[in-house]
């Protein structure tokens, strides 16, 4: 058990933007988490969260490994499967969802690496409509899979961007984007998932249209 209940709870939105990146962090072992998508970033997080310490379980659609047997599992689980894919995905883990922290990683990703869904809303946003009962935080999208088992590229420290509507659920999340090695920042409500999602498509931009490569990744600089 993780002692979420010694946190602090409860907070106006604006008082949790205004403190949220000092009361982010709390202490948290050996959480099992898992990981819905056995892909490049499944693996790297899988791969990440183990070395720190935590449990983790896959589920995909190999019937050695279903996602039902993983949802049910977790105390914590990570969506981390094609942006096509999240409607069966979302179907999958519903019933064993609720309470649980979800985490959704994904870029909705179109034609020509565009943005393949409205600004006005986000795949968070749309995991969450899907998944009411459940904690949806936006995480480790702007951060490509081969950055995120280590949180760093060329051992210079990453950002993790985090989104979401509970405060607990965002410590969690932080915990964990921390444990691996990145500096985790707190973004605000679920709705910031929007930006967070914009910035991911831009970095693929650079990467593979711009031909930067994927060794680099996005860093929050703090005075
Ligand atoms: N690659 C990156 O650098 C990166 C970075 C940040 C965010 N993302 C986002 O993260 C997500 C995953 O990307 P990826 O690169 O890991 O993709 P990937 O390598 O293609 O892996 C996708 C995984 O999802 C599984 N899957 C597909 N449909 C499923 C379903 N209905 N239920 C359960 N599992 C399912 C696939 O396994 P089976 O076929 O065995 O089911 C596969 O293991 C995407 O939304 C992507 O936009 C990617």
Redesign the pocket.
């Known amino acids: 058990m993780f002692p979420i209940e010694e946190l602090v709870v409860g907070m106006a939105q604006s008082q949790l933007l205004k403190s949220a990146n000092k009361t982010l962090i709390f202490e948290a072992k050996n959480m099992k988490i898992a990981i819905?998508?056995?892909?490049?970033?499944?693996?790297a997080l899988g791969s990440g969260l183990s070395k720190a310490g935590h449990d983790t379980k896959f589920?995909?659609?190999?019937p050695k490994e279903p996602?039902a047997d993983a949802a049910k599992w977790g105390e914590v689980i990570i969506l981390?499967?094609?942006?096509e894919?999240?409607g069966?995905?979302r179907e999958?883990i519903k019933p064993y969802v609720d309470g649980k922290v979800v985490i959704d990683?994904?870029?909705?990703?179109g034609e020509n690496a565009e943005l393949a869904i409205s600004c006005a809303t986000s795949?968070a946003e749309e995991t969450q409509k899907k998944l009411p009962k459940a904690k949806v935080v936006k995480a480790?999208?702007?951060?490509?899979?081969?950055n995120?088992s280590t949180g760093k590229v060329d051992g210079e420290q990453l950002t993790a961007f985090i989104a979401g509507n509970d405060l607990k659920a965002k410590q969690t999340v932080a915990h964990l984007t921390r444990d691996i090695g990145f500096d985790p920042v707190d973004c605000g409500p679920l709705k910031a998932a929007r930006y967070l999602e914009a910035m991911?498509i831009l970095i693929i931009n650079l990467a593979y249209t711009y031909r930067m490569g994927?060794k680099m990744g996005y860093k929050l600089l703090k005075a």
Do not use: E
């Open positions: 819905i998508g056995k892909g490049h970033v499944g693996s589920g995909h659609r190999d996602v981390a499967v094609p942006y894919n999240a069966d995905a999958a990683v994904m870029n909705a990703v795949t480790f999208n702007t951060v490509f899979a081969s995120q991911g994927n």
